[in-house]
């Protein structure tokens, strides 16, 4: 889905939806109460959101298990697969297309290996007998109750922060912020603070990252004009560091999270191209939902994660001291 407009603040439209967010928080709340998490003898650390939408959680996930790899230890990322056709548990392989395990463990898995498991607790067991790892990554799943989880680490976005601070779908949010934050040890901010985040999130420990972006690949021949289109929680986000990056934006297509393109809409945008004389571009995680013959059409820009070496120390201190 794309996120609403009105999810920016507390008008007539939010405030309808209020009975409809009394709900989905009851059975969260429920679920919770009737689930008996499974303890893993492996330290779990889970990163996720309190809100919904993009905030760049899965970077954030990337980033982690390549550190922890360069700190000597062995860790596999778990992820539900969402999007996929497998329930699992089975690891994420080479073989495997988004249709069957989601767009993140086909980026993850490039950095370590993936797990996809709609049940946490069957996914923890399956890693647990494989006997292979000494650290699990739980990618999304904070308000997920099957696992104990040893750190839970919340990513906000700076700049949308948590906007109308309500209940989904009157609001962004997965839970009430104050008990969300009751349950995380550590809080990963994406971006300038531009929503006065830092002071909703007061009393809490705030680490600040960005995400660069590389050039495009394959780089433009000949113009750097280019028809971006997107199926991501925030599009403008990618949109915006486009244009930072020095392309010319011929024209932009806004599509929901996770959307799976059909080949009229990719005709579409190719034919957008075309009539601008520009490169199709795309980020990197909807390039790798795009079937194989649009793939060699289209390209994409990858982003990487950077954070000082002040809080890249502080981030691993308090996952090396629980984990």
Same mark, same amino acid.
């Given at each position: 889905?794309?996120? !609403?407009? %009105?999810? &920016? $603040?507390?008008?007539?439209?939010?405030?309808?939806?209020? !009975?409809?967010?009394?709900?989905?928080?009851?059975? =969260?709340?429920?679920?919770?109460?009737?689930?008996?998490?499974?303890?893993?003898?492996?330290?779990?650390?889970?990163?996720?959101?309190?809100? =919904?939408?993009?905030?760049? @959680?899965?970077?954030?996930?990337?980033?982690?298990?390549?550190?922890? $790899?360069?700190?000597?230890?062995?860790?596999?990322?778990? &992820?539900?697969?969402?999007?996929?056709?497998?329930?699992? !548990?089975?690891?994420?392989?080479?073989? $495997?297309?988004?249709?069957?395990?989601?767009?993140?463990?086909?980026?993850?898995?490039?950095?370590? !290996?993936?797990?996809?498991?709609?049940?946490?607790?069957?996914?923890? @067991?399956?890693?647990?007998?494989?006997?292979? %790892?000494?650290?699990?990554?739980?990618?999304?799943?904070?308000?997920?109750?099957?696992?104990?989880?040893?750190? =839970?680490?919340?990513?906000?976005?700076?700049?949308?922060? #948590?906007?109308?601070?309500?209940?989904?779908?009157?609001?962004? *949010?997965?839970?009430?912020?104050?008990?969300?934050?009751?349950?995380?040890?550590?809080?990963?901010?994406?971006?300038?603070?531009?929503?006065?985040?830092? @002071?909703?999130?007061?009393?809490? /420990?705030?680490?600040?990252?960005?995400?660069?972006?590389?050039?495009?690949?394959?780089?433009?021949?000949?113009? @750097?004009?280019?028809?971006? %289109?997107?199926?991501?929680?925030?599009?403008?986000?990618?949109?915006?560091?486009?244009?930072?990056?020095?392309?010319?934006?011929?024209?932009?297509?806004? %599509?929901?999270? /996770? $959307?799976?393109?059909?080949?009229?809409?990719?005709? *579409?945008?190719?034919?957008?191209?075309?009539?601008?004389?520009?490169?199709?571009?795309?980020?990197?995680?909807?390039?790798?939902?795009?079937?194989?013959?649009?793939?060699?059409?289209?390209?994409?820009?990858?982003?990487?994660? /950077?954070? =000082?070496?002040?809080? /890249?120390?502080?981030?691993?201190? #308090?996952?090396?001291?629980?984990?």
């Amino acid at each position: 889905m794309k996120a !609403p407009l %009105f999810w &920016s $603040h507390k008008g007539l439209s939010s405030t309808l939806l209020l !009975p409809l967010a009394a709900l989905y928080w009851l059975l =969260s709340w429920a679920r919770g109460k009737m689930t008996t998490p499974y303890r893993s003898h492996l330290p779990v650390i889970c990163i996720g959101n309190l809100t =919904s939408g993009g905030t760049g @959680k899965t970077p954030v996930s990337a980033y982690l298990a390549s550190a922890l $790899h360069e700190a000597g230890r062995r860790p596999v990322i778990l &992820s539900r697969g969402y999007g996929g056709a497998l329930a699992g !548990p089975v690891m994420a392989l080479p073989t $495997h297309r988004a249709e069957d395990c989601g767009d993140e463990p086909l980026l993850l898995r490039e950095i370590a !290996p993936v797990v996809i498991a709609r049940n946490r607790a069957d996914g923890t @067991k399956f890693i647990e007998d494989t006997g292979d %790892f000494d650290i699990i990554l739980m990618d999304d799943g904070l308000q997920n109750p099957q696992l104990v989880k040893d750190i =839970s680490i919340a990513v906000f976005d700076g700049e949308i922060g #948590v906007q109308n601070n309500r209940i989904f779908p009157a609001g962004p *949010m997965r839970t009430p912020l104050k008990k969300g934050l009751g349950e995380v040890d550590l809080c990963l901010m994406n971006g300038a603070d531009k929503t006065g985040l830092k @002071k909703a999130l007061a009393g809490r /420990h705030i680490i600040g990252f960005t995400l660069q972006a590389g050039e495009i690949v394959p780089s433009p021949a000949k113009t @750097k004009a280019v028809v971006a %289109f997107a199926g991501i929680g925030r599009p403008a986000r990618f949109f915006e560091t486009l244009e930072t990056t020095g392309y010319q934006l011929a024209s932009t297509n806004a %599509f929901g999270d /996770h $959307h799976p393109y059909s080949e009229a809409e990719l005709e *579409m945008l190719a034919a957008q191209a075309s009539a601008h004389d520009a490169q199709l571009v795309t980020t990197q995680k909807d390039w790798v939902r795009l079937p194989k013959p649009w793939q060699k059409k289209i390209a994409y820009l990858p982003v990487s994660l /950077h954070i =000082s070496s002040k809080d /890249h120390d502080s981030l691993m201190q #308090v996952i090396q001291q629980q984990g």
